[in-house]
């Protein structure tokens, strides 16, 4: 767990060699989409548990294979449930967030997982549930038993949780919980605070999170991305907005990061597209690959601190030459994914195909299924290392979406 120089956390780029990830393997939780919330679960489509359990068992075991630490968000979660005080607290602020719960299902409840194991406990908080799930134990009636609606749930599942990248964020040797920006996702990044403040893994490094899944103004991980040391590339995106961005800005920019500035990049703010990681991902010192549908429909804007500690901006020709400003480099690369076939590129995009994920500089995991942006990739000197995406994609995430750095070597 703990990596050379006595670190669990270390995230400087991109594309440094990856030696600690956290994932979560899908479960239950998948199998409780129904056909008329898709939208609200922010799917498309209804998965195939096994399936995608197979794939994204073979997405770990490629990492694995290279060295890898792979570690599970459920595991480090049922370590810190073993703490009493956690789980109640936990519990607690579950039920308080429920609005289907009245107050004698809240209270059967609390008693009802109370005497779970730290398994069952985990999986309930994970995978929901539901009236059904009760049904048989819960003796007197309430009125929410009268009340017919079509929320299946006391407590929701959280299909969205394999999407480890958006819930929090390692920066340097920090960390920044998200603040999700649709309710179905809070609970993930509560999760995350939770491991943060109670794993002994992270007693020796433990201190004030960047950003906090409480404050009021949303920020997912999917939308930064630890261009350089210094530098953070951040999304103002449907899931990230003005009011976040100046927050992390403010909280970054302070002596103890080693943030200088970020880099803001406005993308348009719709589904196929809700954070920046989905339209544009670096693979190289100097390689990104990039939607080509979106570049003419981006604003790039310079965010760094003054001498006297106020957030001032600078307005960016565009894309390429904020790179290559802020990475001190004469030439930047922007492969487009998908080629030059707009149809193609939309198509992949969707599947996507620009959601790479480096595990060293020049080699990316990508869905195999993306057979136009590989090639592409390709061309430009990247090693592809492809997945198979049936079921994982149906979420609308990749690789980089389903992953969560902790420590890359230093580049
Ligand atoms: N980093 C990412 N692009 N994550 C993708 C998240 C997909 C997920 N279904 C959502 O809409 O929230």
């Known amino acids: 767990?703990?990596?050379?120089?006595?670190?669990?956390?270390?995230?400087?780029?991109?594309?440094?060699?990856?030696?600690?990830v956290m994932l979560h393997r899908p479960g239950t939780e998948l199998e409780r989409i129904t056909p008329e919330h898709?939208?609200?679960?922010?799917?498309?489509?209804i998965p195939w548990l096994s399936r995608m359990r197979q794939e994204h068992d073979s997405f770990a075991g490629e990492?694995?294979?290279?060295?890898v630490e792979v570690l599970y968000v459920e595991e480090l979660l049922k370590d810190v449930f073993k703490i009493d005080d956690v789980r109640d607290k936990i519990l607690a602020d579950v039920l308080e967030e429920s609005e289907t719960c009245d107050k004698p299902v809240k209270d059967f409840l609390y008693?009802?997982?109370?005497?779970?194991?730290?398994?069952?406990?985990?999986?309930?908080?994970?995978?929901?549930?539901?009236?059904?799930?009760?049904?048989?134990?819960?003796?007197?009636?309430?009125?929410s038993d009268f009340i017919k609606e079509d929320h299946y749930f006391y407590i929701n599942p959280l299909p969205n949780l394999y999407f480890m990248r958006d819930p929090a964020v390692v920066i340097g040797e920090g960390i920044?919980?998200?603040?999700?920006?649709?309710?179905?996702r809070k609970r993930e990044s509560l999760f995350l605070?939770?491991?943060?403040?109670n794993h002994q893994i992270f007693d020796d490094i433990r201190k004030e999170p960047y950003y906090s899944q409480d404050y009021p103004y949303s920020v997912e991980g999917g939308d930064v991305l630890v261009l350089s040391e210094d530098t953070l590339a951040v999304g103002c995106s449907q899931r990230t907005g003005v009011a976040g961005i100046e927050m992390l800005a403010d909280r970054l920019l302070k002596k103890d990061t080693h943030i200088k500035k970020l880099l803001v990049i406005q993308i348009p703010k719709v589904r196929a597209y809700m954070h920046l990681d989905t339209v544009f991902t670096m693979v190289d010192y100097d390689k990104f690959t990039i939607y080509p549908g979106i570049l003419d429909r981006i604003n790039v804007i310079t965010v760094e601190k003054n001498q006297t500690g106020?957030?001032?901006?600078?307005?960016?020709?565009?894309?390429?030459?904020?790179?290559?400003?802020?990475?001190?480099?004469?030439?930047v690369s922007l492969i487009p994914s998908?080629?030059?076939?707009?149809i193609i590129a939309a198509r992949e995009q969707w599947n996507d195909s620009t959601n790479t994920f480096a595990i060293a500089p020049a080699r990316v995991m990508a869905y195999g299924r993306n057979e136009v942006s590989n090639k592409v990739l390709r061309k430009n000197g990247i090693d592809v290392i492809e997945l198979e995406a049936s079921e994982l994609v149906r979420g609308r995430g990749g690789p980089r979406c389903m992953s969560m750095p902790l420590y890359r070597e230093s580049i």
């Not at 398994?119 to 309430?142: H, P, T």
């Open 1 to 20: 767990m703990v990596q050379p120089e006595g670190k669990t956390l270390n995230i400087n780029s991109e594309i440094g060699i990856l030696k600690s």
């Open 38 to 45: 898709l939208s609200e679960v922010l799917f498309e489509d």
């Open 63 to 67: 990492l694995k294979s290279r060295g």
């Open 111 to 143: 008693d009802f997982l109370k005497e779970k194991s730290v398994d069952e406990f985990a999986e309930f908080l994970i995978g929901g549930i539901s009236k059904e799930d009760i049904r048989a134990f819960k003796k007197e009636k309430s009125l």
């Open 176 to 184: 920044a919980i998200g603040s999700m920006r649709t309710p179905i």
């Open 193 to 197: 605070r939770l491991i943060y403040d």
């Open 310 to 331: 106020r957030l001032c901006y600078k307005q960016e020709k565009n894309l390429e030459t904020g790179l290559k400003k802020h990475l001190k480099l004469d030439w």
């Open 338 to 342: 998908g080629g030059i076939d707009p």
